[in-house]
């Protein structure tokens, strides 16, 4: 078996998040935390490090394993509720890459520097999986949202820098770094003495270990992280269909393919943003989203990669009707409209139904079109059924089945037979608190305005052996942050890129010069982000300033917005990494600022105005009609782009009708969750008669 990578990681508002703070009733089984070195560990105190240093530590974690895996046998041997046998199997899964890892490092005695990753790695695994069971990640949702939001709410935040950055920075200075920042030379960590002999400017340059779970060294991670980790999930998921007998030997998977035509599995109750769970022609699993997080979520995530991640999610967005993606709803029969956490619609109105009833949320502008498989068009709707899909031998099948098309969604994948996670991987544990790849991720947060670093948004991803699906055997882990959807916008809205500040509107120094301020409002700032310390954001900052315009556009491409909001969301993020540089001091000759763009399109004749029809994919006819409504026709240059702002919808004809007809979570104006709120173009449409959206379906 493979050892594991080692190394410790990673009033409307108000009234949500008190929604989202419920928490489900306890498990059964008692914990098993019982030694000093836990006991240390829970309270976050630093001399738990010191104990985690010793081989006698990791035998009482391995007697702790041994317990926990005694517990859960004998509730496996009392229950006789499927849900719950299949849960406490993954459990003993887990426990058992555990023992098999703890016994390898004991058996190995490799020294302390081992013996401190182990401890802390495993003791936060048993930790995540009682308190997983127990639900403690939700019960503390609300006070950390308060102590979150409301002092970034209320004064933003403060990095203090604390001494000059070319003088050793002392013993009370050090105490406050990271302890987990790894020598390459010694492969070992460097201790807090050593440190306060150092500049804050050396410390700054320390890195994180070769085999940190969350984190690549800088200068070890591929040279395209994207394309292979796209890669790497492709043929993880590809071995273990093949596994379990779902692809045919010689049968073909890929990400692009397998999810043109999807399966309904059910719409459940989770978080405020929309969504279901389908399933791929071979029984892939897929997250499908609406609203207001679509493109931010796959933006973010890439360029959380390129800074340096191991694992996330991976997200694509989808649109443009059944010629690129048709979802097929549930076999009649299986809705249950009273079930209050999920359902499995088999027409349009009960998925419309389920998603107001679950989250407030209005599908109908995101329908593109919809209907019933009949013997005329199962043909044509069921054409990029790959080939070796089992319903493309017996189309028939499929045959009354309802279907729907989307202007516009996104898909997560759920790659569960190659990699499952385990949730909240706390950001304000022990091993958080003191690493600098967690804490130097509050920096990469202030970039994007990541603002839900909620605990259940940071995961520890277990890797399974692909070539053994079927005995699911766990060869790695890694810790990840998840759902990066809540960035690129302001605080009731993702990806609302007009909000998104710039220069020292976004991040200063203080007139002192003894903090670096930044503007951005938080929901949550776990304890990482508060124990960040100059040397660690400025690591970061390294990073972040590394990144190159290429990879910024290659990241904000998968958005598949129009060309200038795709142009005005590059500037921002190009213009926020040269201020962080500009702030901490880095050279970055290579990236001189881009100049705020000014974008217009010419619709100075009908010829002009149907080039841009074309060009946008809107219905033939539909922006002269909109010219013409609006008392603009033919007007000559339409202002799309006004000193690095998108103009409002009801400035811009093609604007508006980009969202009624191609992008109904917004462009310059988002869907807003927390009010149910449309963007203006679509309540616009709404309020004319001759333009007026379907009636919701009832």
Known sequence: ??????????????????????????????????????????????????????????????????????????????????????????????????????????????GETEFLSVNVQAERMLNLLENDEAGSGKIHRFPDMLTGMLPTLIAGHRIPVGGRWNEPMGERAALLESSF?????????????????????????????????????????????????????????????????????????????????????????????????????????????????????????????????????????????????????????????????????????????????????????????????????????????????????????????HWVSFREYSLELKPEDFIRNLDAASLKDLAASEDRAARGLFLFGLW???????????????????????????????????????????????????ALKTGNDFLRLSPSGRSIVGTETFVYKPRAYWRATWADTRWMAETIAGLSDRQLRQAVSTSQWPDFMQEVLFYKLAARRNQIARVYGIENKNFPDPPAPNISIDLSSPAK?????ERYRLIPGSLHEELSRSGRSMSGQEVLVRDGEVVPSDESALVRLLVIQRHPAGLPDRYHRMFNRQPDALREKEKQSRFALPSRLR
């Open 448 to 498: 994007l305005a990541a603002r839900d670093s909620k605990d259940d948004n940071n995961k520890t991803y277990l890797e399974r052996n692909p070539e053994q699906a079927s005995e699911k055997a766990i060869i790695a882990h890694y810790d990840g942050q998840h759902d990066l959807g809540v960035t690129l916008g302001a605080l009731g809205s993702a990806a609302r890129i007009n």
């Open 1 to 110: 078996m493979k050892l594991p990578e080692t190394f410790p990681s990673s009033i409307p508002v108000v009234l949500a998040a008190l929604w989202m703070g419920a928490c489900h009733n306890p498990g059964t089984l008692p914990s098993t935390a019982d030694s000093e070195f836990s006991r240390l560990y829970e309270k976050g105190d630093s001399q738990a490090l010191e104990l985690a240093r010793q081989p006698e530590t990791l035998r009482t974690t391995q007697q702790r394993i041994s317990r926990r895996t005694s517990l859960v046998r004998g509730k496996l041997a009392e229950t006789s509720d499927e849900d719950e046998i299949d849960d406490l199997n993954e459990e003993l899964e887990i426990l058992a890459y555990l023992d098999t890892w703890v016994g390898n490092t004991l058996r190995a005695n490799p």
């Open 609 to 613: 105005i149907r080039e841009v029809e």
């Open 181 to 401: 920042l790894y020598d390459p030379e010694r492969k070992s960590f460097y201790r807090k003495g050593e440190l306060a002999a150092m500049t804050p400017d050396e410390v700054a340059r320390l890195d994180v270990s070769p085999r940190h779970p969350a984190w690549h060294r800088r200068g070890n991670g591929p040279s395209d992280p994207v394309a292979v980790f796209e890669r790497e999930m492709e043929r993880g998921v590809a071995v273990a269909l093949r596994a379990d007998g779902d692809l045919p030997a010689g049968g073909a998977w890929s990400l692009s393919s397998s999810r043109r035509v999807l399966f309904m599995d059910k719409v459940y109750k989770s978080a405020t943003s929309a969504k279901a769970r389908v399933e791929d022609p071979f029984g892939a699993e897929w997250k499908i989203k609406w609203g207001d997080e679509v493109q931010s979520e796959p933006v973010s995530s890439r360029l959380y990669l390129m800074a340096g991640a191991k694992m996330t999610d991976l997200v694509f967005v989808g649109g443009g009707g059944p010629s690129e993606m048709i979802m097929i709803l549930s076999e009649e029969g299986e809705y249950d409209e009273k079930d209050k956490e999920d359902r499995e619609p088999w027409t349009v109105k009960q998925l419309a139904e389920s998603l107001d009833d679950f989250y407030g949320f209005d599908i109908n502008p995101y329908i593109h079109s919809h209907g019933v498989i009949d013997e005329g068009n199962a043909v044509t709707l069921l054409r990029h059924l790959p080939e070796a899909a089992p319903q493309r031998q017996n189309l028939s099948s499929l045959i009354g089945r």
